[in-house]
């Protein structure tokens, strides 16, 4: 199955988070959907995983956090995705 990584800050109540979980709830039945937030999962980091979607959390602070890198390099190569894209600037 093909997996797929979403790289996100919060999954807070904006657009662009909304669009995600549509995206995210609609690919999961086809493929394997991942969702790293940076930050915190936020309010709506419960509705996916109520949709059957891994939400993993890293806990780092906004902006250029050098800890992004190692974390996020151990994540990629445990979870080895076919296919990543990330929103926002920080992600």
Same mark, same amino acid.
């Given at each position: ?18 669009? @995600?979980?549509? @995206? ?35 806990? @780092? ?22 296919? @990543? ?7």
């Amino acid at each position: 199955m093909t997996r797929i990584c979403y790289v996100i800050p919060t999954l807070g109540v904006g657009g662009t988070e909304r669009q @995600l979980l549509t @995206l995210a709830s609609r690919l999961k039945d086809d493929y394997e959907v991942t969702v790293i937030c940076t930050q915190r999962a936020g309010v709506l980091g419960d509705k996916f995983k109520e949709n059957g979607i891994f939400v993993k959390e890293l806990g @780092l602070s906004g902006g250029w956090d050098f800890r992004m890198r190692k974390r996020l390099r151990s994540l990629f190569k445990a979870h080895r995705p076919d296919i @990543l894209q990330s929103f926002s600037l920080f992600a």
